[in-house]
Each structure stands twice: as C-alpha cells, then as structure tokens.
C-alpha cells in the first residue's frame, strides 16, 4: 500500500487527516507533519525525514503550496527518497481518492487520479444560474 504524508502550514495536515478519515475511515501507513510559525528550518527537516521513515516503500507526499517551506524541504529528500512523489494544492478529494484507491491501483496512474480529483473538486454554486441537466451532486 501507498504511504502518505501531508505536510502543511499550521495544523491543516492533521485536520484534513480527520476531515477525509471521517469519510473513508481510519488510514494506515500515513503520517502528518505541521510546519509552524518559528520552526528552525532543520528541525522540520529531520520530523519529515523520520516520518518518511516510517512508511512503505512507495510514498505519496502531499502539500499545500508549490514553494512554500514544506514543498522545499520534502525537495530536499527527493534524492533520499527516489520512490518518494510530491504533489501540491492538498485537499480533501485528492486525499479521498488517494485513500479509496492507494491499493488498487499503480502509482503513476494513480498520481494522475489525484491530481484530477483535486481539480474537479473545485466547483463555483451560483444560485442565479441555470442547472445543467446532466450535473452530478
């Protein structure tokens, strides 16, 4: 199975966890990390490196910002962690999908279904405008 880490900003890793385990249930083989305001860049380093650690083979490092610290340290074990991907813009479908399918499924293929999933769910409601028939809820 596919480990998971979710690395944020503040707490946001470990309430997404919450928030996407409250709908699929409890998760193996996934940890979170929280970068706070003040935190030595190197001490962040080493909490990533040893919850690394801590998963399978095959790991899927989720994000909340391209550039932001957590993106630029989890960077930095890229060349530790070759079967290690990284991928930005967290948020509860990309986890959903990622949970539902992380066993199912190879990892390149199922790269591209998170990525979509955290496209398509995004979505503007406009009580003013018109339904489309075939729009799903």
């Keep these: 199975m596919t480990g998971v880490l979710i690395c944020t900003h503040g707490n946001s890793a470990t309430e997404l966890l919450k928030s996407a385990e409250m709908i699929c249930g409890k998760q193996d083989n996934c940890q979170t990390v929280k970068f706070e305001m ?7 380093l080493n909490d990533l490196d040893q919850k690394i650690g801590l998963l399978s083979n095959s790991i899927i490092c989720l994000t909340d910002l391209k550039g932001g610290t957590p993106f630029n340290m989890l960077i930095k074990l890229v060349e ?3 079967n290690m991907e990284i991928i930005t813009g967290v948020n509860i479908p990309m986890l959903l999908e990622l949970f539902i399918n992380r066993s199912q499924v190879s990892s390149s293929k199922l790269i591209d279904m998170i990525v979509e999933a955290g496209k398509t769910g995004i979505y503007r ?3 003013d405008s018109s339904l489309v028939e075939d729009e799903e809820f």
């Design 125 to 127: 409601y406009c009580k």
């Design 38 to 44: 003040g935190e030595e860049l190197d001490e962040l």
């Design 80 to 82: 530790k962690y070759p």
